[in-house]
T-cell receptor, first 112, second 117 residues
Framework: GESVGLHLPTLSVQEGDNSIINCAYS??????FIWYKQESGKGPQFIID?????DKRQGQRVTVLLNKTVKHLSLQIAATQPGDSAVYFC???????????FGKGTKLSVKP | NAGVTQTPKFQVLKTGQSMTLQCAQD?????MSWYRQDPGMGLRLIHY???????DQGEVPNGYNVSRSTTEDFPLRLLSAAPSQTSVYFC????????????????FGPGTRLTVT
């Protein structure tokens, strides 16, 4: 889920398939994690969150998995739809005073 | 609830000009923050506030000032605009348990696209 330079990692999936977006977080002391979705021209929108005392949390068509051992977070989207096309960011509360630190994002493209 | 609102939506400035980006929220959130978003850089924290009268610097505070006189409003001031400040600016707010504790889910405004020539 990390980008180099100006290029975002891109994930392209077929409509109806499942999508998995990965993120490596930076601070081992972080205990709260969020996934955001950002559509073109809009602000980030909350999808799902998870606390460090859990390793899995499910929402509607989305699941977040947390692996604290390797500092890894993933977002699974079931039956991906064209409306899921967006940039997805992970965030951790590893900044000073619990401020969120955001990953650089992954662009999800859904092919009809 | 209107949520988090930002004005203006678009702005073009000349180098050296100053301006204020407005942000307001009607959710009675203690915590408010400003981010800038540049291509391939994700969101970077400029300034934040854990309550009225309290502000602090984030990751990239240089060239920006903030104030928090009320719970609802958190304006961001560009003192002397520079081309390096061309970016999209987002304001966000959330509940928190107070300074030094977890910041919960943040609600974002629609953004202000700023170009400095």
């Amino acid at each position: 889920g990390e980008s180099v330079g100006l290029h975002l990692p891109t994930l392209s999936v077929q409509e109806g398939d499942n999508s998995i977006i990965n993120c490596a977080y930076s601070n081992s002391a972080s205990d709260y994690f969020i996934w955001y979705k950002q559509e073109s021209g809009k602000g980030p929108q909350f999808i799902i969150d998870i606390r460090s005392n859990m390793d899995k949390r499910q929402g509607q068509r989305v699941t977040v998995l947390l692996n604290k051992t390797v500092k890894h977070l993933s977002l699974q989207i079931a039956a991906t739809q064209p409306g899921d096309s967006a940039v997805y960011f992970c965030a951790e509360n590893g900044g000073s005073q619990g401020n969120l630190i955001f990953g650089k994002g992954t662009k999800l493209s859904v092919k009809p | 609830n209107a949520g988090v609102t930002q004005t203006p939506k678009f702005q073009v400035l000349k180098t050296g000009q100053s301006m204020t980006l407005q942000c307001a929220q009607d959710m009675n959130h203690e915590y408010m923050s400003w981010y800038r978003q540049d291509p391939g850089m994700g969101l970077r924290l400029i300034h934040y506030s854990v309550g009225a009268g309290i502000t602090d610097q984030g990751e990239v505070p240089n060239g920006y000032n903030v104030s928090r006189s009320t719970t609802e409003d958190f304006p961001l001031r560009l003192l002397s605009a520079a081309p390096s400040q061309t970016s999209v600016y987002f304001c966000a707010s959330s509940y928190s348990l107070g300074a030094g504790t977890v910041i919960y889910e943040q609600y974002f405004g629609p953004g202000t696209r700023l170009t400095v020539t």
